[in-house]
DNA sequence: ATGCTTGTAAGCATTCATGCTTACAAGCAT
DNA sequence: ATGCTTGTAAGCATGAATGCTTACAAGCAT
């Protein structure tokens, strides 16, 4: 990844300004307020949930890895998981099976590395 | 799995029951009232936190099979998952960005079941 | 019949999350 | 100097979630 990113709010701060849209612009767009976005942006509120994420994603012209990335900062420090991931997880009994046994027998980087390799070896 | 159960509220009563707790002295233990309580097991309110879940399994003695199966269904049919799993999914970046591969490259029970097989194999 | 136990109905208090409106200060342009 | 744009401070409204207290009906025992 090239760039680091502190936190959701700062990321699409940089991201919305990269796309020089204003604030309230970009609120617009949204449909939310100015004053509401400012405080997303300031992490003083919680990310948006997945709807406006997505469009957010797709006004700020994403690639799949700064999407993800996204994603991934809008669940970090809360008690969820990023709001793109429950459903897949949840809808798939043996997904949470398999996340709990490599939580158990400690599963590292390199087992699910392994594991993603042979997916894509399979299927992409 | 041997028995079905249709709901949270469904399980941890049968189970309650199955170790002679009445609902008041299960209410005590959990330190919530007896209503509370009732409600829960009603499907009437959200299933417990985290916290008096990992309780509640440590009084029921459940086995880990039905732990997680209690589990499963503390997060089901809501937008979050399983209250035991975004602490392991989030605080590794690759775990999030595996189940992103497996979703998107439409990943089925096989596959995961290989993973698994494979945990077991290298680390169990 | 009385009294206790059991689960639950009804309703209330409190907190937290979501999203808004109004107003303002700083910067920039005319 | 005036006026516009920008972001933000302050505060409010609403709804959802969490958890309680009080009271009651049914069952069971004495």
Do not use: C, H
């Amino acid at each position: 990844m090239s760039t680091e990113y502190g936190s959701f709010g700062e990321f699409i701060t940089v991201k919305r300004e990269g796309k020089d849209f204003t604030l309230r612009e970009m609120a617009r767009i949204l449909e939310v307020s100015a004053p509401y976005l400012s405080d997303v942006e300031k992490d003083r509120r919680n990310p948006f949930d997945f709807d406006r994420l997505e469009k957010l994603a797709s006004v700020l012209e994403l690639d799949a890895g700064e999407k993800d990335y996204m994603f991934d900062l809008a669940g970090k420090g809360r008690k969820t998981v990023a709001p793109d991931l429950p459903e897949y997880i949840m809808e798939r009994d043996y997904v949470s099976a398999a996340l709990r046994t490599a939580r158990d027998l400690d599963a590292g980087e390199e087992e699910w590395m392994r594991f993603v390799e042979e997916l894509k070896q399979r299927k992409g």
